[in-house]
């Protein structure tokens, strides 16, 4: 039966009794609402209920718990109740809020039932809050005379509040209306707002305080009408977006912070305000059911956030109480969901980005109420290999943390710094598993105005400072800071290395930037390469990244494609599918002439899943071909001034195919290496193959090895195959998923590949990206394990790396002029 809106009105009551009963396991005693605010001297009045379940008459006695401990006045409409078989008291707690609770503070105070000879049966606890003046949450009075005066003296402030007007008053909200349609492959209805436009409403709230124009007030109130109508609003559908709990939350976060700040206003109504906390407590209601000690995820941590600031907003301490404390609430989002490194599990920087900004606008509407939530610390919490009803290993997923345990305590402070050492110079984060290239986040705001760490100013000093939250919670003036990320670092949970030469010029654009990858999973948004090249940069251009195609969460070639192992830059396996496996990293040096990493998996191989519509997840999954043994897959990356060397070592049981793949943009040309056969128009047709997705490919064969030249608007590649000297060779166009954006979906990026078939095998490679003229005259290559690059210049260098294949590994780079040796470099050297 659908609870249509008043009946929802009618029984809401009944509804929030029976939880506090079940909650409470009370069998007579039970309230509809145990917490309300007033100001101070102003009364309260909880009702509650008394049920007689017996077949005999029975007395009761009622008393507040330690009435001297509490400072405001408790009146009972009764304190002697005698009650005849199956009948029900309707009671009165009256509670005059005393002066001694501060603004913003609370007294909870428990109801005790007593049988006829005072022996306690039940209690049942209430939360009264002296009423704190609004607004709080995301902004406060003085937010708001601070805010006037950076725009008063502060042009950038100034040029930041023109835009945001000029956005605001090209803005209208979508009409209500119910829309149902499938997101992505279940169906269900909803109100036809975004997530983005619960912000909008908060901005044209600030617009209204900022510049006293009534026209943006007046915009807001009727939005807010809209939705909280009592027969055509959120209470009819329980929906509000047309999208899933992550959107919900942001819808509902933005949307409280905007009520705040216009809910005396006099377009409202009392009972207008009066639909407006019925819906905050539907929603409230809605959301417990996306909370579960299983559920970490970046969804349920954006739904739960936005429920603490609604929760915040109705002034409900409990209810803010539980949905930090309880399974799945912010205590278990943060203790398991963030790493020792700092990451957000998934390992994506546009996730990562999103739980850490919804967690520090909780942070700032906490400090705006009086709490702090900015230097809390919560305790370290095993993190489950399964997923809510997801068991592990579905589709190769994984959904537990790895690397090292780190601190038995982790808080915000820990969550909005780690990224910067996988940044760009321009504050970028690298693109890894689900996630584009990511831009600096508005919540470097809110970290450097609570911390006031340098590296925080320069990641702000990269931006333009145009959000809201640069406007009302940004310093005025930045301090100054010197890059700190141009070194080599790695990062031990998410599992990334950033190798970065170290070019005299000091110049971060002349830098070579090569990123590995060997951490965790990442659940539903993880990526099957380890040990894989995700990303190059150099003069400010990205060779590669995660996401060079996308084909969206509802599509086939979501998990046939975007996430397998054959779209990045690694080895692959008989076309099959990387295991997803604790990996670790087994040498990490960084010099002056060269930067090195070494890591390493040992994984099985699978096919890939195969979407199928008529399943929730949509995904036919597949094992493990029994006895299929690990194969131990190892990457060595050295960094120069100049190019990058590759070295990759598979090793099984028996013989497979190997592909050493990599994926540039620009095809222009190939060398020694001749064409076999004629272009294929997939490269696989085998449906339980990744290949399928690969175009117009052409193979070719190599007696000495090859090298591949690709150029994109300029910015050029080449790619020396040096080992093995023979192998088969492959040139294709790699997938496309959509639209081009950035470097997902480019019609010009081909996929290179050189195949062997062999049991134990080492692939040697040189990559050089650069600009105009390549500084490299040649390369010789004689053995698996040394190289000689002759450099244009008229320096010679010579890289030899020993026991690659072993444990105790030796890494050197000898360069000479002419016969003059003039540096050495060893990972032995430092």
């Not at 209690?123 to 009264?128: E, H, M």
């Amino acid at each position: 039966m659908k609870i249509t809106p008043r009946l929802f009105l009618l029984v809401f009551g009944m509804l929030t009794s029976l939880l506090a009963f079940s909650n409470n396991k009370n069998e007579r005693l039970s309230s509809s609402q145990q917490t309300k605010t007033a100001q101070a001297q102003d009364t309260i009045s909880y009702e509650f209920h008394v049920e007689n379940k017996k077949h005999t008459t029975e007395t009761f006695y009622l008393s507040m718990d330690r009435p001297r401990a509490l400072a405001c006045n408790y009146i009972l409409s009764d304190v002697k109740l005698v009650l005849e078989p199956n009948k029900a008291y309707k009671g009165t707690l009256s509670v005059v809020i005393s002066d001694r609770v501060p603004i913003g503070g609370y007294e909870s105070s428990v109801l005790v039932l007593k049988d006829k000879d005072g022996k306690p049966l039940e209690t049942l606890a209430f939360t009264s809050v002296r009423t704190k003046p609004r607004p709080f949450l995301l902004a406060t009075p003085s937010i708001f005379e601070e805010t006037k005066q950076k725009i008063k003296n502060y042009d950038w402030a100034k040029a930041n509040l023109d835009n945001m007007l000029k956005e605001l008053d090209g803005f209208e909200f979508p009409k209500r209306e119910i829309v149902t349609k499938p997101r992505p492959t279940k169906v269900w209805s909803s109100l036809n707002y975004s997530a983005s436009d619960g912000e909008k409403a908060f901005k044209l709230a600030l617009a209204y305080k900022l510049t006293g124009l009534l026209d943006y007030r007046e915009k807001l109130v009727t939005f807010i009408k809209a939705v909280t109508d009592v027969d055509k609003g959120y209470l009819s559908i329980g929906a509000a977006t047309n999208g899933v709990q992550v959107h919900e939350g942001n819808f509902f976060l933005f949307l409280a912070a905007a009520c705040d700040i216009v809910f005396d206003a006099p377009g409202f109504t009392d009972a207008n305000r009066e639909n407006i906390k019925a819906t905050f407590r539907y929603y409230l209601e809605q959301n417990k059911s996306h909370m579960h000690a299983l559920g970490i995820m970046n969804h349920q941590a954006s739904a739960n956030a936005g429920a603490i600031v609604v929760a915040l907003f109705l002034q409900d301490i409990p209810e803010v109480e539980f949905l930090t404390e309880a399974d799945g609430g912010m205590a278990d989002q943060i203790g398991k969901g963030v790493m020792a490194d700092g990451w957000w599990f998934e390992g994506t920087a546009n996730y990562c980005y999103l739980v850490t900004q919804r967690y520090s606008l909780v942070a700032q509407a906490f400090e705006n109420y009086g709490m702090d939530l900015y230097h809390r610390r919560f305790p370290v919490k095993f993190k489950s290999v399964d997923f809510d009803d997801v068991k592990e290993g579905f589709t190769g997923m994984k959904f537990d943390n790895w690397g090292p345990s780190g601190k038995n305590t982790i808080g915000l402070k820990d969550m909005v710094t780690p990224y910067i050492p996988m940044m760009d110079e321009n504050a970028y984060v690298v693109s890894t598993n689900d996630s584009n290239l990511k831009e600096p986040n508005e919540f470097y705001e809110f970290a450097y105005r609570a911390y006031k760490i340098d590296d925080l100013a320069w990641v702000i000093n990269k931006t333009e400072r145009d959000s809201w939250v640069s406007l009302l919670y940004g310093v005025p003036e930045l301090p100054k800071v010197e890059d700190p990320r141009t070194e080599s670092s790695f990062l031990p949970n998410v599992g990334l290395v950033a190798l970065r030469s170290q070019p005299k010029t000091n110049n971060p654009k002349d830098q070579i930037q090569a990123y590995l990858k060997y951490g965790t999973h990442g659940g539903w948004h993880g990526h099957f390469d380890r040990a894989s090249l995700v990303a190059l940069d150099r003069n400010g251009h990205k060779y590669f990244g995660s996401e060079m195609v996308w084909y969206g969460y509802g599509k086939p070639g979501y998990k046939e494609s975007v996430q397998t192992s054959a779209t990045h830059n690694m080895v692959i396996v008989d076309e099959l599918q990387q295991e997803a496996v604790p990996s670790e990293q087994l040498l990490f040096f960084k010099g002056d002439m060269m930067q090195a990493s070494i890591v390493e998996t040992h994984a099985r191989w699978r096919k890939i899943p195969k979407w199928n519509a008529e399943k929730f997840p949509p995904w036919d999954d597949t094992d493990y071909d029994e006895g299929f043994q690990p194969i131990q897959q190892r990457r060595m990356a050295i960094v120069t001034d100049d190019y990058v060397v590759i070295a990759d070592y598979m090793k099984s049981d028996k013989k497979h195919t190997y592909d050493w793949l990599v994926h540039p943009v620009g095809f222009e040309s190939i060398e020694d290496a001749k064409k076999q056969g004629s272009v294929l128009e997939q490269l696989s047709t085998d449906a339980d193959s990744p290949f399928k997705y690969f175009k117009n490919a052409q193979w070719y064969k190599t007696h000495k090895g090859s090298k591949v030249v690709f150029n994109d608007n300029g910015n050029k590649l080449d790619v020396y195959s040096l080992w093995p000297k023979k192998a088969n060779l492959m040139l294709s166009n790699y997938p496309i998923g959509g639209s081009q954006r950035g470097i997902r979906n480019n019609p010009d990026r081909n996929t290179y590949g050189v195949r062997v078939n062999e049991k134990e095998v080492v692939f040697l490679s040189v990559v050089a990206p650069y600009q105009g003229e390549s500084n490299i005259d040649k390369i010789i290559c004689k053995s698996e394990n040394e190289l000689t690059v002759y450099l244009k210049d008229g320096r010679t260098q010579h890289v030899k790396f020993e026991n690659f294949k072993q444990s105790d590994f030796k890494i050197s780079i000898q360069e000479r002029v002419g016969n003059k040796i003039t540096r050495i470099e060893s990972n032995e050297s430092k």
